[in-house]
């Protein structure tokens, strides 16, 4: 597969998140699956959710994106992309991050919102450098970041507190793989 080309999984379709899909973020952040893996805390409120997804309309001067996996009508992974920071000189930079569902883990999900991010990135926005953090003992989100081109540039130490206790993280980093360039002349 092409991972500058979003493979498709049956059923599921992609679209921009919205304020409507918070019931639905809570759910999935709350779950025993999903929030240990991620930097949110357990117990999130869909009014936060709500509040977050309220920004998240797009345009023209709007480089966030936030989109979410769908499968009958209900939210099952949303995957976003971030500007990287409001220094000046690290415009070409996003972060990305990235959750899915319990029982859609390992399923084609994470691939499917990986893929039309870096699409996203590298097509429309001109991204040079997409960045993440992944816990080292989150073996199959490290395969699946491999695999869509990502490397790890070095190891945070005691990273986060999860469950009591400091865990590691990568940082991983992808470049585009064919930025772009001027016409010929």
């Known amino acids: 597969m092409d991972a500058a080309r979003p ?20 759910a999935m952040m709350n779950d025993l699956l999903v929030y240990p893996g991620v930097m949110q805390l357990p117990y999130t409120e869909p009014a936060f959710w709500r509040e977050r997804l309220a920004g998240n309309v797009g345009g023209p001067a709007q480089a966030d994106l936030q989109l979410v996996a769908v499968h009958d009508g209900r939210v099952i992974g949303g995957a976003g992309l971030h500007p990287a920071g409001a220094h000046v000189r690290r415009r070409h930079v996003m972060f990305l991050g990235m959750t899915v569902a319990g029982p859609w883990q390992g ?79």
């Open 7 to 26: 493979a498709r999984l049956e059923g599921v379709t992609l679209r921009r998140g919205r304020p409507d899909d918070a019931e639905d973020f809570a």
């Open 107 to 185: 399923r084609g999900v994470g691939s499917l919102l990986l893929g039309a991010l870096c699409e996203h990135a590298d097509r429309w926005l001109g991204v040079l450098r997409l960045e993440l953090t992944v816990y080292t003992d989150n073996a199959p989100a490290i395969a699946l970041y491999r695999k869509h081109g990502f490397t790890i540039e070095g190891t945070h130490r005691a990273y986060v507190l999860r469950d009591g206790r400091y865990v590691d993280a990568h940082a991983m980093a992808r470049l585009h793989p064919q930025p772009p360039s001027l016409p010929m002349p």
